[in-house]
């Protein structure tokens, strides 16, 4: 079975310091991996995928296969970044997509 | 370009009723899903229509159940309510490539 684990519920960072949030995942096959965010009052949005190989707003995730983790980072922490991300698998088809529980991001003035 | 629109936003329901809960999908996208976000338990995946045909569905109970019709639409009903059924009920919908868009959701409470 498919699982994503996101082990930090709450990640509280200080301005301009590194952010790294925590994702593994087990599936026995090649999945596709995305970093999903939620802001405060807003939708739940794509912020990057794996396949993309791109950085947005900063953020970049890169895919471990012999860790089989998809963690997210950015160099330099914004206010702005504080929200809640979630980390989701999606292994091919019609198969089921999996989220994990979500890591809010808290960045401290 | 109007984004994925559930309907309502809120419902209140008591123990034993029935639940309806609509989505519409972003315009050219064929495939919805549907998700469950309870407290403290993140996105959990209910269901997943596609060219009108339930594609995939996630650990759930028969009595949560949908439909996609012909424009894309879809419904989800949830039967016999329970009171751990209550919940955000996400809506997103995806054309080719897997990104999922989602609407804001329909807020069930049930007493």
């Known amino acids: 079975a498919q699982r994503v684990t996101q082990p930090e519920k709450l990640l509280s960072v200080f301005k301009g310091a590194p952010v790294e949030l925590k994702c593994n995942y087990s599936?026995?096959?090649?999945?596709?991996l995305f970093w999903y965010v939620q802001y405060s009052r807003q939708r739940l949005q794509l912020l990057l995928r794996?396949?993309s190989r791109e950085s947005i707003k900063g953020f970049t995730a890169d895919l471990n296969k012999g860790e089989t983790s998809f963690h997210l980072k950015k160099p330099f922490a914004q206010e702005e970044d504080s929200a809640m991300y979630y980390c989701?698998?999606?292994?091919?088809?019609?198969?089921?997509?999996?989220f994990g529980t979500g890591t809010k991001l808290q960045v401290i003035p | 370009e109007a984004g994925v629109t559930q309907s309502p936003t809120h419902l209140i329901k008591t123990r034993g009723q029935q639940a309806t809960l609509r989505c519409s999908p972003i315009?050219?996208?064929?495939?919805v899903y549907w998700y469950q976000q309870a407290l403290g338990l993140g996105l959990q995946f209910l269901l997943w229509?596609?060219?009108?045909?339930?594609?995939n569905r996630g650990n759930f109970p028969p009595r949560f159940s949908g439909r996609q019709f012909p424009n894309y639409s879809s419904e989800l009903n949830v039967n016999a309510l329970e009171l751990e059924d209550s919940a955000l009920y996400l809506c997103?919908?995806?054309?080719?490539?897997?990104?999922?868009?989602f609407g804001a959701g329909t807020r069930l409470s049930v007493l």
């Open positions: 997103a919908s995806s054309s080719q490539g897997n990104i999922q868009y």
């Open positions: 599936y026995s096959g090649s999945p596709e």
């Open positions: 794996h396949i």
């Open positions: 989701a698998l999606h292994s091919g088809g019609y198969q089921k997509v999996t």
């Open positions: 315009s050219g996208h064929t495939s």
């Open positions: 229509y596609d060219e009108g045909e339930e594609r």
